[in-house]
C-alpha cells in the first residue's frame, strides 16, 4: 500500500529533524523546506498529500503561503505544527485554508492522529485551543483583524520582509519590484494601519503572528 507523501516546512532545523525521525516509519518525506517561499514552490512542485507547516517562517510566513498555495492547488491538504496558540492565528490560519492546526508542544502520537484525519477529508484542531477558538469565532472580529484584512496580498509580503529587516532594495529584488513600488506598498499600509513609523509597522507584524520575537 502506497504510503501518503508528506512535505514539512520549518525554519528550526531541530524541531525539523525530529518531527523527520517521528513521520518516517509512517508517511513518505518528500522534502524539508525551511522558509515560505521554498514551501509555495515545493508544494506545487511535488504535490504532497499533506503539508506540515509552521506559521512564523522567513521570508514568507506559513499563513501567506498557504494562501498561496491553495489559489494555485484548492485541493492541498495543509496541517499548521505551530508555537502559536493564539485563538485569533488559529481563525486565520482555518480562513487561509489549512485542514489542521496542534501546537508543537503537543506534536507526537496527536501528529499522526492529525494527519490521518486530514487523509480521510476531516479537519483537526488539538483540543488544547479547541474551546478558545470556538470564543472567537463567536465574537465579533475585532477592528485589528478588520484592518489587516484590508491589507493586500502584495502588502503583507512587504510588511514581513520589512519586520525582517530587509532594505527596501533588498525587498524589490525578492519581489521582483521597484524600491519606488516597496516604498509605496509601505506607505499605503501605514496609512490604512493608522501607524506612523517602521517601529510600529513591525510591532504590527510581531503582533499578528507574522514574524517571531
Known amino acids: 500500500m502506497k504510503r501518503a507523501s508528506v512535505l514539512l516546512a520549518d525554519d528550526h532545523t531541530i524541531v525539523a529533524e525530529g518531527l523527520q525521525s517521528l513521520l518516517e516509519d509512517e508517511f513518505e518525506l518528500v522534502g524539508t523546506v525551511t522558509d515560505g517561499r521554498a514551501l509555495v514552490d515545493s508544494a506545487l512542485k511535488l504535490r504532497p498529500d499533506i503539508i506540515l507547516a509552521d506559521i512564523s ?3 514568507l510566513n506559513g499563513l501567506d503561503a498557504t494562501r498561496q498555495i491553495k489559489k494555485q492547488r484548492p485541493g492541498a491538504k495543509i496541517i499548521f505544527l505551530t508555537m502559536h496558540s493564539e ?6 490560519g482555518f480562513k487561509a485554508g489549512a485542514s489542521g492546526y496542534l501546537l508543537k508542544q503537543s506534536a507526537g502520537e496527536e501528529l499522526i492522529r492529525a494527519i490521518r484525519e486530514v487523509l480521510m477529508g476531516r479537519t483537526y484542531i488539538t483540543p ?9 469565532l463567536t465574537r465579533s472580529d475585532p477592528q485589528e483583524n478588520q484592518q489587516g484584512a484590508k491589507i493586500t496580498a502584495r502588502q503583507r509580503e512587504v510588511l514581513q520582509l520589512i519586520a ?3 532594505t527596501m532594495k533588498e525587498i524589490a529584488g525578492l519581489l521582483k ?8 506598498h509601505k506607505y499605503e499600509m501605514m496609512q490604512t494601519l493608522g501607524v506612523q513609523t517602521t517601529a510600529e509597522l513591525i510591532q504590527y507584524a510581531i503582533r499578528i503572528g ?4
Not at 485563538?87 to 486565520?92: D, Y
Not at 488544547?128 to 472567537?136: E, F, K, N, P, T
Not at 507574522?210 to 520575537?213: F, G, L, N, R
Open 87 to 92: 485563538p485569533q492565528l488559529v481563525a486565520e
Open 57 to 59: 517562517m522567513p521570508l
Open 128 to 136: 488544547l485551543i479547541a474551546s478558545d477558538l470556538i470564543a472567537v
Open 164 to 166: 525582517e529587516g530587509r
Open 210 to 213: 507574522m514574524v517571531a520575537v
Open 177 to 184: 519590484i521597484s524600491a519606488r513600488t516597496v516604498e509605496a
